[in-house]
């Protein structure tokens, strides 16, 4: 079965130092874990799991500024 089927969408997880880390994937459990395929443990510490803004690719542009 082609992903092409199931939409993908980016997230933004908050972070504890008040910055945002972005994610990919079909739902916010699956960028979740997409994180911790690139972030190192100590790197996930710092996210916080149950906070994420949902958007449209087309959307970055705007929260560009809140990456950490």
């Known amino acids: 079965m082609s992903s092409f ?7 933004l997880f908050a972070m504890k ?5 972005l994610a990919y994937g079909t739902t916010p459990e699956d960028a979740y874990e997409n994180l911790r395929l690139r ?4 790197e996930m510490e ?9 958007f449209h690719q087309r959307d970055l542009q705007k929260y560009v500024h809140e990456l950490g």
């Open 46 to 54: 710092q996210i916080i799991k149950d906070q994420y803004v949902r």
């Open 39 to 42: 972030l190192t443990p100590k």
């Open 5 to 11: 089927n199931n939409p993908h969408h980016f997230y």
């Open 17 to 21: 130092n008040g910055k945002k880390k």
